[in-house]
Each structure stands twice: as structure tokens, then as C-alpha cells.
């Protein structure tokens, strides 16, 4: 395979630099994973895996948030996972008008389901983080707070990828509250 799965630097954005002590801190961890998995999401491969009836793949990820510099403290830890489910429809709606297109891939997200309908969205939808984390600013205390955060994602074997892991981190942001 060409190059190895990665993930890209983890970009870390809070809606706002202060808070008060009753507040609640809402960050976005913005980031995507860029390589050999990526290229090989593709519709030739995921109609070639859907024919031979391999036809759900789990991505596990997770992102862990910390505060402090040389100790770090945990504010947040996810664990959790998305799904691409591959299946066979003469659905009018999903009609590519480029070709014949029948397998098609469903992304379940926090239990919830996307169609797309080009490569690209799919890749997108599966493959590129923006998740919200919230933290309630009580927890970090009065005082200015550098916080961070580090990503892993696995996967397994499949027709058309090998098993694999991805990890990345941020560089740190901070919040003031007051």
C-alpha cells in the first residue's frame, strides 16, 4: 500500500477564551485520518467487499482531554465508535447519473445514519472528527488553563485494509475562568 494511515494534528478550538465558574467550556476537536485507509475507501472496493459479503466496517476512536502541564489532569476521555454498513438498493432517490451505481454506504455516527452520495462524501463523513466536548468549567477551577488533547482510532481486517491504528495529538489551547 502506499502511505500509511495517519491522523492529522488534532486542532483544538473552544467557542469562547472565557468563562465564568458556572459555565460550561464547549471544545471542538477538529481532525481527519489521511492515508492508506482513506484511499481505500473506495466505491470499487466497498462493492467488491459488499459482493463477498463483508459488508460492515468499525471504526473504534477515541480522544482524551487533559489540563496541566507536566501533570496532567483528565477532563474528558471518549471512547466510542463509527460504522460504515455497505448494501445493495434500486432506491430511485440514490441515483448516480454518471453510472449504474448499487452499492452504496450507510455512516452511523453516534447512532445516527448518513447516506452520501459521492466517494468524497463518504470519506468525509467517516473519516473526518469535529466532535464537541464539553467540560464544565467548575472542574478546572479559577485561573488560566492550558488544555490538549490525544486521538486514537483501530480498525480490523477487511477485504479491502488491513487491520491498523492511528494516534495524534494537539498542540494546547487556553481558557480563562474567572
Known sequence: MGSATTLTEIILTADKPEYSLSDDIVIT???????DLRDALNEKNWTEAYN?????????????????G??????????TYRKASFFWTRNPKLVNPM??????????????????????E?????????EKITIKASELGSGKHKISAEAWTS???????????????????????N
Do not use: C, M
Open 29 to 35: 476537536a477538529s481532525f481527519q485520518i489521511k492515508g
Open 52 to 68: 463477498k459479503y463483508d459488508n460492515l466496517f468499525k471504526l473504534k476512536y477515541g480522544i482524551k482531554v487533559t489540563s496541566g
Open 70 to 79: 507536566f501533570r496532567k489532569k483528565e477532563l474528558k476521555d471518549i471512547d
Open 99 to 120: 453510472k449504474e451505481k448499487r452499492v452504496w454506504v450507510q455512516v452511523a455516527k453516534n447512532f445516527e445514519p448518513f447516506i452520501k452520495l459521492t466517494e468524497d
Open 122 to 130: 463518504v470519506k468525509s463523513e467517516l473519516l473526518d472528527f469535529n
Open 155 to 177: 480498525w480490523q481486517k477487511h477485504l479491502w485494509t488491513d487491520s491498523g491504528d492511528a494516534k495524534g495529538s494537539s498542540q494546547e489551547i487556553e481558557v480563562t475562568v
